[in-house]
């Protein structure tokens, strides 16, 4: 798969993730809920697909959807993100979020990117034996 069309699909996982979750709950409480239960493993499984398609530097597919994310939080649909009493401050913590909710999609990208290394390897070792 070539690595352009996996960046937009990386991209466009983690934006349809958060606009659905967004759209079908009504509540903080709700969002938190079914981001975790429902958002966040779909996006690791995404990101073990496109881990074990390319498995080249496969951390970044746990983090494009993630940062695609975190720009929807800063310019998406009715973004109030540094209006309040924190400023730009605000910025850095919402960042620093996307940061510690890619680690769950990094870990799946690179565990799908090793067995598709050891894969390879396995059927090079059977082609040249």
Known sequence: MPRVLSFALAALAGLLAIIVV?????????FRLWY???????LCIVSAILGYANPHHAWRWGVIPL???WLWQL?????????????????VVIFAM?????????LAAEIAAYFARKHRADREAAKSA
Not at 22 to 30: L, P, Y
Request: charged fraction near 10%; include cysteine; charge should be negative.
């Open 36 to 42: 975790w239960l429902a958002a966040m493993p779909a």
């Open 22 to 30: 967004e759209h079908s709950t009504g509540s903080i409480e709700a």
């Open 98 to 106: 996307y940061v510690l909710a890619a680690v769950p999609c990094v």
């Open 67 to 69: 940062l695609a994310q």
């Open 75 to 91: 310019y998406g649909e009715e973004s109030q993100i540094g209006t309040g009493n924190l400023g730009p401050f605000a910025h």
